[in-house]
């Protein structure tokens, strides 16, 4: 519980999960397409590496493993080209599965690129030992000095290595964020290095023109969507929205609401709910890209965005000047009205993630309920606004106020909490928004007082 009071204090600023099920539903044309896609290019990776003797021209134990390390490494080196599509910020790709499901994809096909890459490193070794009848740190030795494009192969791999253990929770939760941000950009390093390896100096598609233009095409694919979408097609938006920094706001202790003005605003389609990436362009801040859930219904002209301290970027947000100029990527999430189902609403919000359930209360209709989360009373933001909002819309809040650490607050929000204060919960449709240690309890309480779990949407700010 302790646990618990702690993460109420956390903030988004890096990653967003969104949970929102529906059930087993339909893959749509565009979704068959995409695994269509998938499949086949993998079919015709294989298919050149059969041809190229991956399984007739094996013959002894070592070849066996050499050809293995074949495979590995050239299905590794395709997972890695996927590894970019999935966030290069496709916006048709993000509209058909969500951000945060893209999110999860991309963190598993990471660990799953470089496990691919590390057999293939050690397949490739120790084949080629058997083979050359040399002990393997002899091997690995003629491997670095003699074949061309081992080192870049060897930085790149151990650059893929720093990159996925800096994504692994446990650390990224000790790291800052400007670190973790430096370290993804290594990446693109790496894949770079990956090219030089596999395309200009490989043995096997040095030999086979078929082979090495089909792998450049998927290089410049790739590099195509990638330039298109994070660069070309961002500026040239940017440019038309023209946002800038309108006012700043204190809006509790150590929170920050920042208006953002700008035009054509309505061609972002943003709806209530979703978060956008900001890069404010200042010295220190231009490099970074933030995401900020909108903490007010989008209108036209204007955003906003409501920001709490709790790292080296949140904490000066607070200094921004007005008239700064800010480039917006998004709008991105699924935690939106548009995946509604039941009339009767529960609003469940912990902290600062009372931010995008603030703004879905503004558009949203029928039997709503919200019960607002926090360890104490200087920690409720947006009081006034969602009172004003309650009386006009006839919204029911409840304030669930306290400390787990207390005895007198030890069973706030417990399943059977949850049903004394919303006798109905098992009826309503849940929208479930904070911290994730708090957002997984709070959710699992949700489910044992009898919410169905496809009528569960959770969004949790992660660090």
């Known amino acids: 519980m302790a646990e618990l009071s702690a993460t109420l204090e956390a903030t ?87 951000f945060d499901r893209l999110t999860i994809w991309h963190r598993r096909n990471g660990k799953l690129s470089l496990y691919l890459v590390l057999a293939h490193t050690a397949l490739i070794t120790v084949g080629y030992a058997l083979t050359s009848q040399l002990s393997i740190s002899k091997e690995a030795s003629v491997l670095l000095t003699l074949y061309p494009g081992m080192v870049s192969a060897t930085i790149g791999t151990a650059l893929m290595v720093v990159v996925v253990l800096s994504s692994i929770v446990v650390v990224r939760r000790r790291l800052r964020y400007e670190a973790w941000y430096g370290v993804h950009f290594m990446a693109y390093l790496a894949i770079g290095l990956a090219w030089i390896h596999q395309i200009p100096t490989g043995n096997d598609l040095a030999v086979n023109p078929t082979a090495a233009s089909y792998w450049t095409a998927l290089y410049l694919g790739t590099l195509g969507l990638l330039v298109a979408f994070r660069l070309v097609w961002p500026s040239i938006r940017n440019l038309q929205y023209s946002l800038r920094v309108e006012g700043v706001r204190p809006e509790g202790p150590g929170v920050v609401s920042l208006r953002l003005s700008g035009r054509h605003l309505e061609r972002m389609h943003a709806k209530a709910g979703q978060f956008l990436l900001f890069r404010f362009l200042t010295r220190g801040r231009w490099w970074e890209a933030h995401p900020f859930s909108l903490s007010q219904c989008p209108a036209d002209d204007h955003l906003r965005i409501t920001v709490k301290a709790v790292g080296d970027f949140t904490r000066r947000m607070g200094e921004i000047r ?96 949850l049903r004394e204060m919303v006798p109905d919960i098992a009826e309503r449709e849940v929208y479930l928004c904070g911290p994730p240690a708090m957002a997984d309890l709070i959710k699992n309480n949700v489910l044992q007082a009898g919410t169905p779990r496809e009528y569960i949407h959770c969004e949790r700010f992660a660090l």
Do not use: C
Request: a positive charge; zero cysteines.
């Open 12 to 98: 988004p600023a890096a990653t967003r999960h969104v949970s929102t099920r529906r059930g087993s539903r339909a893959l749509s044309p565009i979704g068959l397409l995409l695994w269509f896609a998938l499949g086949i290019n993998t079919a015709v990776i294989i298919a050149l590496w059969v041809g190229d003797g991956g399984i007739s021209a094996i013959h002894t134990g070592g070849q066996l493993l050499t050809s293995l390390g074949r495979i590995t490494g050239l299905l590794g080196g395709y997972f890695i080209l996927i590894q970019v599509i999935l966030l290069a910020r496709l916006p048709w790709l993000e509209r058909l599965v969500g």
């Open 322 to 417: 007005v008239g700064t100029r800010v480039l917006a990527e998004g709008p991105f999430g699924l935690f939106t009205g548009d995946v509604r189902s039941r009339e009767k609403l529960l609003f469940i919000a912990g902290g600062i993630g009372i931010t995008p359930i603030r703004s879905l209360l503004e558009e949203m209709n029928g039997d709503i309920t919200l019960i607002y989360r926090v360890v104490g009373e200087a920690d409720l933001i947006f009081k006034d606004e969602l009172e004003a909002l309650a009386a006009r819309r006839r919204i029911d809040i409840r304030y669930a106020v306290g400390d787990h650490r207390d005895p007198e607050s030890a069973t706030l929000l417990s399943p059977q909490h």
